[in-house]
């Protein structure tokens, strides 16, 4: 139906005979007799000289033929890509009229979300989704290129399966040949590619369809896409590189520049520098470490596990109703409080706590931060986890630039600890699904089963973080039996119910389990960062609102009775709340 396509055309063109199809982006009139249209297709658009006498819409879909000439000296558009040319002699076919599109296409910020998704096909047609929806297949595409270029099979696990622990809770499906049983989707293929590697495959991945009910926010969709990737006899080393490997020629593809190898840093550090487990390293304003200034301090308030602070450069100017708002926040955040420092001119501090601190104390306070006049200090006294905690946000808070700003920071984030707390049974709570192998050195403390000793245990699990996002996880698995039993009890899973819940796992393990590491991260992440999208439903064609609702579907539905009936399930009254 036609020759090229619209945003294509250039001065190269002039003289050559055309044909164009697309919508109508606009109509401008032109004179008594010629109107100006410009055709959209997703290479952009081209401007046409038509007869007055059409009537062509906005959006209506059209076939141009015509010759492209020069725009007269004077109307060329150097803001558009074809704006030296245009579409003259044009003789116009409508292939399908359309109705007033319900917003315009081109104002869509203005536009109510909901609206545009109950409308997404034409949400689609704007640039900014064509851009994105092509950057998408752009990652993919050389993700599958670089994980198959190391040796890597993909291999689809299935959608129906027992509940896999990921730590989310589970959408179930009732079965209706086994009714009163469901099955649950899986949060992520972590089982079935452990059993790949008991099956000899070596190496496995997958773009995989997670599925996790879980409250929505901008890096969280119920679905989501990770690529999944295991291989047997590798260290954690070994894994690291072949997931930069593939990330870095997926950046490569979409941005032309290869990113830097990607820098490390330990678990610990990252929450003592950073007060966080995903960084964002695109700016400093770093936790600075003060406990020992004030190991015999006079002031109550700084007598702590921990005291920590940030400098604020040129944070001086605030108000003192905003610092009494940045106190208000960080409150709610956990902390008792915060003390602010306003740097001087001759970098002495003022402060409402600078009078119950002294002299030695407040000298060395302005030696740690070695501050500018006019920055301000915030400090935070208490357990270490809070401390890192509200400086964590604190620090974004002030800090953090706009997602399209600063470039792609990527960070491997290694040594993560085993267990992330106690709970109030004083049981550990597993930082990642239970099948992560702890640190070697840290096996001894795990047979000693104490609770305080167990925090300390480090597993050979690893982040990748970009930009403060955490893309994605893995770990070295446990193969072993024994380790793999301990775990289990110490998180309170007792042999019956492990073997309820992972038992074809742990049967598949006594038939000779290769050691084996794995990792999966978020394609939607990975692709927003990409498009400098500060949300991931700007990189998924057909999103869920926040609500999890999906208006252009109508998604989530009641079901007829009858289905129901056939699935053995009665609903009960809904609770008012
Ligand atoms: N299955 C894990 C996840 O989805 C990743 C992994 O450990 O490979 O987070």
């Known amino acids: 139906m036609r020759t090229d396509y619209c945003g294509q055309l250039g001065p190269a063109d002039v003289g050559r005979a055309v044909a164009v199809c697309g919508w109508v982006a606009r109509r401008r009139e032109h004179g008594e007799h010629l109107a100006f249209v410009d055709l959209r297709d997703h290479t952009g658009v081209v401007q046409c000289v038509v007869d007055g006498a059409h009537d062509l819409r906005s959006e209506y879909v059209v076939r141009v033929t015509g010759l492209v000439r020069s725009r007269p000296e004077g109307t060329e558009n150097p803001n558009l890509a074809t704006g030296a040319i245009e579409i003259g002699d044009c003789r116009v076919e409508v292939l399908s009229p359309a109705e007033p599109p319900p917003f315009p296409l081109d104002e869509r910020g203005e536009v109510d979300e909901v609206l545009r998704l109950r409308h997404r096909y034409l949400d689609l047609r704007t640039d900014r989704m064509q851009r994105n929806l092509r950057i998408r297949a752009r990652v993919n595409s050389a993700l599958r290129r670089a994980m198959e270029r190391q040796g890597f099979v993909e291999i689809e696990t299935p959608m129906l399966i027992a509940s896999t622990p990921e730590g989310a809770r589970d959408f179930v499906v009732p079965s209706r040949l086994s009714p009163g049983h469901f099955y649950a989707l899986p949060q992520s293929p972590q089982l079935f590619k452990q059993l790949c590697m008991v099956g000899g495959v070596d190496r496995y991945y997958q773009i995989a369809r997670c599925l996790r009910d879980e409250d929505l926010r901008a890096d969280r969709q119920f679905e989501f896409m990770q690529l999944d990737a295991e291989a047997s006899f590798v260290s954690q080393e070994e894994v690291l590189e ?83 708002e940045l106190t208000e926040q960080a409150k709610r955040w956990g902390a008792k409080g915060l003390a602010w420092m306003k740097v001087e001119d001759d970098r002495s501090l003022t402060s409402p706590v600078a009078k119950f601190l002294s002299e ?30 509200v400086l964590g946000l604190l620090r974004l808070e002030l800090g953090r630039p706009p997602v399209d700003e600063g470039g792609l920071n990527f960070l491997w984030v290694v040594d993560f600890p085993l267990f992330e707390g106690l709970d109030d049974n004083g049981r550990p709570i597993p930082a990642h699904h239970p099948f992560t192998m702890p640190h070697p050195d840290d096996l001894a403390l795990l047979d000693e089963g104490d609770p305080a000793r167990l925090l300390a245990v480090r597993s050979q699990a690893y982040d990748l973080v970009l930009n403060g996002w955490e893309l994605g996880s893995g770990s070295v698995r446990i193969h072993r039996a024994d380790v793999q039993r301990t775990v289990f009890s110490l998180l309170g899973i007792d042999d019956a119910e492990a073997s309820r819940r992972f038992g074809f796992l742990l ?64 609903l009960l009254p809904r609770k008012v709340t």
Do not use: Y
Not at 287 to 316: H, M, P, Q, S, Y
């Open 242 to 324: 072949f997931i930069s490997e593939a990330v870095s020629d997926a950046v490569e593809a979409v941005t032309g520049t290869r990113p830097a190898p990607f820098p490390r840093i330990t678990w610990r550090e990252a929450m003592e520098r950073f007060g966080s487990d995903k960084p964002d390293v695109r700016f400093g304003m770093e936790l600075i470490e003060l406990t020992e200034i004030f190991a015999g301090t006079a002031f109550n308030a700084f007598r702590a596990d921990c005291v920590k602070g940030i400098r604020v450069e040129g944070g001086a100017s605030r108000t003192r109703k905003q610092l009494d």
């Open 360 to 389: 030695a104390e407040l000298h060395a306070l302005v030696e740690r931060f070695g501050p500018s006049p006019g920055d301000l200090l915030l400090l935070v006294a208490d357990e270490r986890a809070t401390v890192r905690h």
């Open 507 to 570: 049967d598949a393990f006594r038939f000779g389990a290769p050691p084996h590491a794995g990792f999966a991260f978020g394609i939607d992440r990975l692709v927003a960062l990409l498009a400098g999208e500060e949300n991931i439903r700007e990189v998924i064609a057909f999103p869920k609102t926040q609500s999890g609702a999906d208006p252009l579907t109508g998604a989530p539905s009641a079901i007829d009775p009858a289905q129901l009936e056939e699935l053995g399930l009665r």
